[in-house]
């Protein structure tokens, strides 16, 4: 174990620490479909107009490549100041047009500062995913467990701006804007600072990965409580968000407990019996597979994943087998591709676009506190994520369940709970909206690793930007068909309908939609069976 007095020691959980807040606070676009219809009016343009925004912002998302081929040529700084910077324009222009500092923006201008603010979350998270993997390299999953803190962005920026105002509900969209400005500029700079510009310190703790899983599960926790524990809310808006921060940097504090328990314990064993030399075996080298939703996989000398053996006899999906590299064309006439893109869009993708519209889904309910719902769509997905982790790190090496099999188990509760909400049941709405963000979180966590096993590691980037495109065209159809419903339904241009009818058709066409896919992803599972056999 590494001397917790040491500065090395320190400075490695400081990182992690800052590393996780900067993840935390990196999906800016996680409020914009909730103050986008306050903001659609004051930019006086339709629903519509504003679903084509939140499609820009998502589409940003798409050019993950672009940093990913920097990141080989650039230091790692540059990569998050890049992001920063994308970021501060494509909101601080927003805001200064709200508090009439610019006085003209068109609305075309708006879409192009929406998928610059949408691409900047691709730069900071490739940054945070650079500085996990250099620091704690020989720690498996660690760089995924990180990238799980993104599905907390939500529930972070919700506090932030209920802090700002000092009361509960989003009035303003302004700021909204100006947080999605500063904070994540603010706290890049800082983790700059702290983990450095150039070269960053290797970890060698042996045991990180159950304390910090440990942790990650207790601030969870916290932001859970943090909605429905009486004395939480009763604490002021402002001491609410200071204290999900620090529970957000809990890491930071592990040297200083692992110091004193080693002051107090450590010296007097080390008396007794010497501390022996570590060893660290190297028979097998980490392949680390980058994309949006990060998952490492570890690969034996021989050059094939482990825990899953090719079957050499398998039918040949055109020119090239499951397992091997798979180009653009390849991809293209894979069956078993574009059923895993299918799957994808009428799952989380489906759960994605519930959570763009829950503003509207709460209001008709009677519920005009959305925050609470909010915060159990992040809290939940992030749940999803992390227990997933958790299931990657202890069936790394035994064949329990494949992946295709856990995305088929965590498929079928996402139809049920869409057909949940047509009772209209305020129980009903908060149950469904947890099942829909773990469900839809953990298989966004699980889309790189599969891509990678199913169709090779080389061009997994690409291949998971080719799924992703679902959400960017998903949110514009499903968003379109929503507003359709709710217009037709009452709630005309900005106006609000009450009642069960406003998204009762709605939640049948999203249930029937969502059924399609569990088919979907259990013929994949039959499809793979052999490969993982």
């Keep these: 174990m590494s001397n917790p007095l040491s500065s090395k020691y320190q400075l490695s959980w400081l990182s992690l620490g800052g590393i996780i807040l900067l993840q935390s606070v990196s999906v800016t676009s996680s409020l914009f479909s909730t103050y986008s219809s306050l903001l659609g009016k004051q930019f006086s343009i339709s629903r519509v107009q504003v679903i084509n925004l939140i499609v820009a912002l998502e589409t940003g998302r798409l050019f993950e490549w672009f940093p990913s081929a920097a990141a080989d040529r650039l230091p790692p700084w540059t990569i998050l100041l890049i992001g920063l910077s994308f970021g501060s324009v494509g909101y601080g222009v927003q805001y200064l047009y709200i508090a009439d500092k610019i006085h003209t923006l068109s609305y075309w201008q708006v879409f192009l500062l929406c998928l610059l603010a949408g691409n900047s979350i691709c730069w900071i998270q490739t940054y945070c995913y650079f500085a996990a993997v250099t620091n704690f390299n020989k720690h498996k999953n660690i760089a995924a467990l990180i990238s799980c803190y993104s599905a907390l962005s939500r529930k972070v920026y919700t506090s932030l701006v209920e802090g700002f105002q000092g009361r509960i509900g989003f009035q303003n969209p302004s700021t909204c804007l100006l947080l999605n400005c500063l904070v994540p500029a603010s706290v890049g700079l800082v983790v700059v600072l702290i983990v450095g510009c150039s070269k960053l310190t290797e970890h060698t703790e042996t045991d990180i990965f159950p304390i910090a899983f440990s942790i990650a599960v207790a601030t969870g926790v916290y932001a859970m409580l943090g909605n429905t524990v009486q004395p939480i809310k009763n604490m002021s808006p402002q001491l609410q968000v200071v204290t999900f921060m620090l529970v957000i940097m809990l890491p930071?504090?592990?040297?200083?407990?692992?110091?004193?328990?080693?002051?107090?314990?450590?010296?007097?064993?080390?008396?007794?019996?010497?501390?022996?030399?570590?060893?660290?075996?190297?028979?097998?080298?980490?392949?680390?597979?980058?994309?949006?939703?990060?998952?490492?996989?570890?690969?034996?000398?021989?050059?094939?994943?482990?825990?899953?053996?090719?079957?050499?006899?398998?039918?040949?999906?055109?020119?090239?087998?499951?397992?091997?590299?798979?180009?653009?064309?390849?991809?293209?006439?894979?069956?078993?591709?574009?059923l895993f893109f299918w799957v994808n869009a009428c799952g989380p993708m489906l759960g994605l676009v519930y959570v763009n519209n829950l503003r509207r889904i709460s209001e008709s309910h009677g519920n005009y506190e959305v925050s609470s719902l909010l915060a159990v769509s992040s809290t939940s997905g992030f749940f999803?994520?992390?227990?997933?982790?958790?299931?990657?790190?202890?069936?790394?090496?035994?064949?329990?369940?494949?992946?295709?099999?856990?995305?088929?188990?965590?498929?079928?509760?996402?139809?049920?709970?869409?057909?949940?909400?047509?009772?209209?049941?305020?129980?009903?709405?908060?149950?469904?909206?947890?099942?829909?963000?773990?469900?839809?979180?953990?298989?966004?966590?699980?889309?790189?690793?599969?891509?990678?096993?199913?169709?090779?590691?080389?061009?997994?980037?690409?291949?998971?930007?080719?799924?992703?495109?679902?959400?960017?065209?998903?949110?514009?159809?499903?968003?379109?068909?929503?507003?359709?419903?709710?217009?037709?339904?009452?709630?005309?241009?900005?106006?609000?309908?009450?009642?069960?009818?406003?998204?009762?058709?709605t939640f049948i066409i999203w249930g029937s939609i969502s059924s399609i896919g569990t088919i979907l992803s259990f013929i994949l599972h039959l499809r793979t069976r052999k490969f993982y056999s």
């Design 252 to 338: 930071i504090a592990v040297p200083l407990v692992k110091a004193a328990h080693w002051l107090i314990i450590g010296r007097w064993r080390s008396k007794i019996t010497p501390e022996l030399p570590c060893v660290v075996t190297t028979a097998n080298c980490i392949t680390v597979i980058k994309g949006i939703d990060n998952m490492n996989e570890e690969v034996g000398e021989d050059g094939k994943r482990a825990g899953v053996k090719v079957n050499e006899g398998m039918e040949k999906v055109g020119k090239v087998k499951l397992g091997d590299e798979h180009g653009v064309k390849n991809i293209m006439m894979s069956l078993d591709f574009w």
């Design 384 to 505: 999803g994520r992390i227990f997933l982790v958790l299931f990657e790190e202890y069936t790394r090496r035994r064949s329990i369940l494949s992946k295709p099999a856990s995305i088929v188990l965590m498929m079928i509760p996402m139809p049920v709970s869409f057909f949940l909400l047509i009772n209209g049941s305020k129980t009903g709405l908060y149950i469904s909206t947890g099942i829909l963000g773990a469900c839809s979180g953990a298989i966004r966590a699980t889309t790189a690793s599969t891509i990678s096993e199913l169709f090779g590691p080389q061009n997994s980037v690409v291949n998971q930007n080719i799924v992703l495109t679902n959400i960017p065209i998903g949110t514009l159809l499903f968003g379109y068909l929503d507003v359709i419903n709710y217009e037709t339904g009452g709630g005309g241009n900005y106006g609000i309908c009450k009642g069960f009818e406003c998204h009762h058709k």
